[in-house]
């Protein structure tokens, strides 16, 4: 039982680039969410997923775009990366509402 | 729409004493009231959570209380020790969200 399993742990990106963060969970949670951190500060909701085929958006979506095609994986893109993108990415998920987050242990991205 | 309002913003206390953190909350149907640590570099993690039912929830050296006439709550340390040092985030939710509403964070220092 892995919990949620975030990959990759870190990356480096060019202004520009795309790229894919993955969300795993093996609890059978029916929600899951995509916040970012930036250094300091608190959690930001990115987009979210109330179950599978599912998505919605959050405090800060523009720039990114999520998908949830099977209900263990929910997946964060970036089309076109920006140095303001620059930030620690967690995932978390949840069975229900009125239940506490698991979170991921993030993903470090760096945009130059 | 829901707002939670955290403080202090930075507390500072001598090992050994208690440590006091309160948020607010906006919404009068919130039911529900997590806590999260957060250690440096790492993803936040559920320490206590209490809900509308309950006035008040203990856990070893950590308690929370909640007072929904004021709607605040409070997250009670006791015995602080070294590795209690960490960013405290309280939230809230009410049934009709599928997100929590966090507050900015607390970072508790214990000085030795």
């Known amino acids: 039982n892995a919990g949620v399993t975030q990959t990759p742990k870190f990356r480096v990106l060019k202004t520009g680039q795309s790229m894919t963060l993955l969300c795993a969970q093996d609890?059978?949670?029916?929600?899951m969410y995509w916040y970012r951190q930036d250094p300091g500060m608190g959690l930001r909701l990115i987009h979210y997923s109330v179950g599978e085929g599912t998505t919605a958006k959050g405090e800060v979506p523009d720039g990114y775009n999520v998908s949830r095609l099977k209900k263990q994986n929910f997946l964060l893109g970036l089309e076109s990366a920006a140095p303001s993108q620059t930030s620690v990415y967690f995932c978390?998920?949840?069975?229900?509402?009125?239940?506490?987050?698991?979170f991921g242990s993030g993903t470090r991205l760096t945009v130059v | 729409g829901e707002n939670v309002e955290q403080h202090p913003s930075t507390l500072s206390v001598q090992e050994g004493d208690s440590a006091v953190i309160k948020c607010t909350y906006s919404d009068s149907a919130s039911n529900y009231f997590p806590w999260y640590k957060q250690e440096l570099g790492k993803r936040p993690q559920l320490i206590i959570d209490i809900r509308s039912n309950v006035g008040e929830k203990k856990d070893q050296r950590i308690a929370v209380t909640l007072n929904k006439t004021a709607k605040h709550f409070s997250l009670h340390i006791t015995e602080t020790q070294p590795e209690d040092s960490a960013v405290y985030f309280c939230a809230a939710s009410a049934w009709s969200n599928y997100q929590l509403i966090w507050g900015a964070g607390t970072k508790l220092i214990i000085k030795p």
């Open positions: 978390a998920s949840r069975p229900d509402r009125g239940i506490g987050y698991t």
């Open positions: 609890m059978n949670h029916e929600y």
